[in-house]
């Protein structure tokens, strides 16, 4: 259905039927996603209903360095792995989970050694809190990320600080 890459961008063949297969298909091959047509709709720039991009995701576990919240904007992760910056992921957690997270913000501590100069106004965590990332395949930082949850052990030490603490 799919054939090897010749480049970073490729075209298919025209596919009719069981679009579903061929994006799993994609997916599985570890594209960043398709884009699907109506057989009638020509090229044109900008977006349109005639053409649909599907973007295959992932999930993964980061290490989540610290917190940017700003009034009326989502709040931020500063998210790493494997001891470099991996990017910053939108904290989409409940109500209660968040609060038990920033109850593990560490006041004035510096920064870890590596973030980029950009990120300002940040709060720093207490170190070895895993969160769930969902993000777009395709580029070496997250792109689009969400943080999901909290990595179950790291759920749990948050559980018992938050208690230790009422």
């Avoid at 090897?4 to 997916?27: C, M, R, T, W």
């Avoid at 904007?73 to 470099?84: E, F, H, N, T, V």
């Avoid at 991996?86 to 997270?101: C, P």
């Amino acid at each position: 259905m799919v054939k090897p890459a010749k480049g970073i961008i490729q075209y298919s063949e025209h596919v009719e039927a069981n679009g579903a297969a061929f994006f799993a298909a994609a997916d599985n091959m570890g594209l960043e996603g398709i884009v699907s047509k109506r057989r009638s709709s020509p090229y044109r720039s900008g977006p349109s209903d005639g053409w649909v991009e599907t973007k295959c995701w992932e999930v993964g576990d980061f290490d989540l360095l610290g917190s940017r919240r700003e009034p009326g904007k989502a709040p931020q992760g500063i998210m790493a792995r494997g001891g470099k910056y991996a990017g910053s992921a939108t904290v989409a957690l409940t109500k209660e989970k968040r609060e038990r997270l920033w109850d593990q913000v560490r006041k004035g501590r510096s920064p870890p050694p590596g973030l980029p100069k950009a990120i300002s106004k940040a709060e720093w965590l207490k170190p070895g809190i895993t969160a769930r990332v969902r993000y777009l395949r395709g580029e070496p930082k997250l792109r689009h990320a969400t943080v999901e949850d909290v990595r179950a052990e790291a759920a749990e030490n948050l559980d018992k600080q938050s208690a230790a603490r009422n």
